[in-house]
T-cell receptor
Framework: AQSVTQLGSHVSVSEGALVLLRCNYSSSVPPYLFWYVQYPNQGLQLLLKYTTGATLVKGINGFEAEFKKSETSFHLTKPSAHMSDAAEYFCAVSEKGGATNKLIFGTGTLLAVQP | KAGVTQTPRYLIKTRGQQVTLSCSPISGHRSVSWYQQTPGQGLQFLFEYFSETQRNKGNFPGRFSGRQFSNSRSEMNVSTLELGDSALYLC?????????????FGPGTRLLVL
C-alpha cells in the first residue's frame, strides 16, 4: 500500500532562514507526489507536484522539492522563509491504479516563522 | 474562473441528525472528490465522483454517502451523526480525474456535532 511519512509535526524557523520540510513515501509503482499548503480556515492549495521528468520541481512562492528515488524522499525547501509562509504543509502521493485521483496524505507539518 | 465553492461553510448539528454538504466544482471540471480532515486522523479520502458515477470510495461507514449531478455539482450526506463526525470536510475538483491531474480544493465545510 502506498503511504507518506512527514517527519516533524512542528517546524520553527527564523524569518530569512532555510525552510526544509521532510517527506518520505512508500510506493510499489512510480509515484506521483504533491505538496499542498493550508492556511488557517482555508482549503488546500497546491504548491508543486512531481509526475515524471525533471526531479527538481519548482513551485509557487519560491518553494521547490527534489524527488530522490534512491531515498524515497520528496523534501520541500525554500531558501529564505517569510512570515507569510507560516501554515500547515501536506505531502501527498496519488494512489496507483485505474483512473482514480485519490490522494494519500501525510500527517502534515505546521511551519512557524519567527521574526 | 471561479474556484471550488462549498456550502455551508459552518454547520452545527446534534447527534443522530443528518447533514448534507454541497460542493460546486470549477467550471468544466467533471471529477469531484471529498476528504475529511480531523486533528486525530488527518486528511482521509471519502469518495470520488466522475460524470455522476462513484469511481472510488474510502474506508468510511455507510452513513457517509454522496452523489453528483449532471452539472458536476456534488453533495455528500452523513446520516445518524456521531460526535466523531466533527471535522472539516473538503471538496476537490479536477478536469477529468486521474493520477496526473491537479486537484483544486474548496475552503471546506466545518461540521460540529454536539
Amino acid at each position: 500500500a502506498q503511504s507518506v511519512t512527514q517527519l516533524g509535526s512542528h517546524v520553527s524557523v527564523s524569518e530569512g532562514a532555510l525552510v526544509l520540510l521532510r517527506c518520505n513515501y512508500s510506493s510499489s509503482v512510480p509515484p506521483y507526489l504533491f505538496w499542498y499548503v493550508q492556511y488557517p480556515n482555508q482549503g488546500l492549495q497546491l504548491l508543486l507536484k512531481y509526475t515524471t521528468g525533471a526531479t527538481l520541481v519548482k513551485g509557487i512562492n519560491g518553494f521547490e522539492a527534489e524527488f530522490k528515488k534512491s531515498e524515497t524522499s520528496f523534501h520541500l525547501t525554500k531558501p529564505s522563509a517569510h512570515m507569510s509562509d507560516a501554515a500547515e504543509y501536506f505531502c501527498a502521493v496519488s494512489e496507483k491504479g485505474g483512473a482514480t485521483n485519490k490522494l494519500i496524505f501525510g500527517t502534515g507539518t505546521l511551519l512557524a516563522v519567527q521574526p | 474562473k471561479a474556484g471550488v465553492t462549498q456550502t455551508p461553510r459552518y454547520l452545527i448539528k446534534t447527534r443522530g441528525q443528518q447533514v448534507t454538504l454541497s460542493c460546486s466544482p470549477i467550471s468544466g471540471h467533471r471529477s469531484v472528490s471529498w476528504y475529511q480532515q480531523t486533528p486525530g486522523q488527518g486528511l482521509q479520502f471519502l469518495f470520488e465522483y466522475f460524470s455522476e458515477t462513484q469511481r472510488n470510495k474510502g474506508n468510511f461507514p455507510g452513513r457517509f454517502s454522496g452523489r453528483q449531478f449532471s452539472n458536476s455539482r456534488s453533495e455528500m450526506n452523513v446520516s445518524t451523526l456521531e460526535l466523531g463526525d466533527s471535522a472539516l470536510y473538503l471538496c476537490a475538483s479536477s478536469s477529468a480525474g486521474g493520477r496526473l491531474e491537479t486537484q483544486y480544493f474548496g475552503p471546506g465545510t466545518r461540521l460540529l456535532v454536539l
